[in-house]
């Protein structure tokens, strides 16, 4: 190598140790800038939580540069929007520099900025349309992806917006919770006509009334949920929510669920009968008593839940009573003789655990429900009827 050249290649060192520092410094100013975002819906200039079906509404993004020295480059803001609502169209403010672009695409959007000044704002506006159907929730999630952000937590935000059922209220959800329970009762008869038929070994017998008898305890806490959203907060009389027409309507879809349920009890009280014999001296893997204790201890269980439900049903009856206008005294009417009915259910379903318990005393030799007390001390007592 030459002098010369060998003198040119050292005044051109210093020249690139000043470009990569320049690099660096540079590099250094683009990590400080620290953006934000924050996400909103809104209809008619007002931040909204929920929007009425079919309704057109706005998602609001704004972008800032919180850094007050630094320029911020090459940002991405994209936003998933709501699968289940209609994309209209974007624009962003301030529109002038045009130094961003908009991308659309399903339900995604995407914009890119080249350039967020220092301490500058962004505005990106959404038009969406709301589904038709309802209820439903929307969700929205924005992320502002920017290589070096030193504070990236405040870079996302998601946001979920209700749009309501029109109409419907605690009156309509309590109708739509009757509808709901009697078709369960439907898919419970179903299984108890099946059960009647199927098992025939004695565990096959003892699993799948096992698994009845919690089905009946589900359907029975159900029951009693339904009896809460009725009555007020002593649980002895209405809900001041519902009008005259509503608490005759619903206390006769409540009897009929009290009605179901007797039946499906009864159907249990039958399967313990029917399954009697081939239960003799059987005890579940685990447990201390035999499966014809255990099941005589659930069905008295279930006859005291049905208990409560009917003093719940009594107590919404009585207010009836009271405030009865004489054109819906013949409602009144129907409802005491379709209590009485219910009573006599009752009866029959206690004669029928009177029943099982005596062919349970037959066997072990004694006739005491101190017997039945010691092998089960929680159950026998506490029956609660007023």
């Not at 006509?193 to 017998?205: F, I, K, Q, V």
């Not at 206390?251 to 009864?266: H, K, N, P, T, V």
Request: hydrophobic fraction near 40%; charge should be negative; glycine fraction near 4%.
């Amino acid at each position: 190598m030459t002098r010369e050249g060998s003198t040119t290649i050292y005044l051109l060192i210093p020249v690139f140790i000043i470009l990569a520092l320049a690099s660096a410094s540079f590099a250094a100013q683009v990590q400080q800038a620290d953006l934000g975002l924050s996400l909103s819906a809104q209809q008619g200039g007002q931040m909204v939580q929920e929007v009425a079906p079919n309704s057109t509404y706005s998602y609001v993004v704004f972008l800032k540069n919180n850094d007050p020295i630094n320029p911020a480059q090459d940002a991405v803001l994209t936003i998933k929007l709501p699968y289940n609502a209609i994309y209209v169209d974007a624009v962003v403010y301030p529109s002038p520099p045009q130094d961003y672009s908009l991308r659309h695409s399903g339900d995604m959007l995407v914009a890119a900025f080249q350039r967020l000044h220092p301490l500058s704002l962004r505005q990106v506006n959404i038009t969406m349309i709301a589904p038709a159907d309802a209820p439903d929730t929307l969700y929205a999630i924005a992320n502002l992806r920017y290589d070096g952000d030193p504070i990236p937590g405040n870079n996302t935000a998601t946001l979920s917006t209700y749009v309501p059922l029109p109409g419907y209220d605690q009156s309509a959800a309590a109708k739509s919770l009757e509808d709901l329970l009697h078709n369960q009762s439907y898919l419970l008869f179903t299984f108890q006509d099946l059960l009647m038929r199927l098992p025939r070994g004695a565990e096959d017998n003892y699993n799948f009334t096992v698994s009845f008898e919690q089905l009946l305890r589900s359907q029975a806490h159900l029951t009693d949920c339904f009896q809460q959203l009725l009555a007020n907060d002593s649980r002895r009389g209405w809900d001041s929510y519902y009008s005259s027409e509503d608490r005759t309507y619903l206390l006769q879809s409540y009897e009929a669920m009290l009605r179901d349920e007797a039946d499906l009890f009864g159907g249990f009280s039958a399967k313990i009968n029917d399954s009697w014999v081939s239960l003799d001296d059987f005890t579940a893997p685990g447990h201390s008593m035999d499966a014809q204790w255990e099941l005589l201890a659930s069905f008295e269980d279930l006859l005291k839940r049905q208990v409560r439900l009917y003093k719940g049903f009594v107590y919404l009856l009585h207010e009836i009573d009271q405030g009865a206008p004489p054109q819906e005294r013949q409602a009144l009417v129907d409802f005491l003789d379709s209590y009485e009915d219910l009573l006599r259910r009752e009866s029959e379903l206690i004669r029928g655990f009177e029943y099982i318990m005596g062919r349970k005393f037959a066997q072990i030799g004694t006739n005491s429900w101190e017997e039945y007390s010691r092998v089960q001390p929680a159950i026998g007592s506490d029956w609660d009827f007023f």
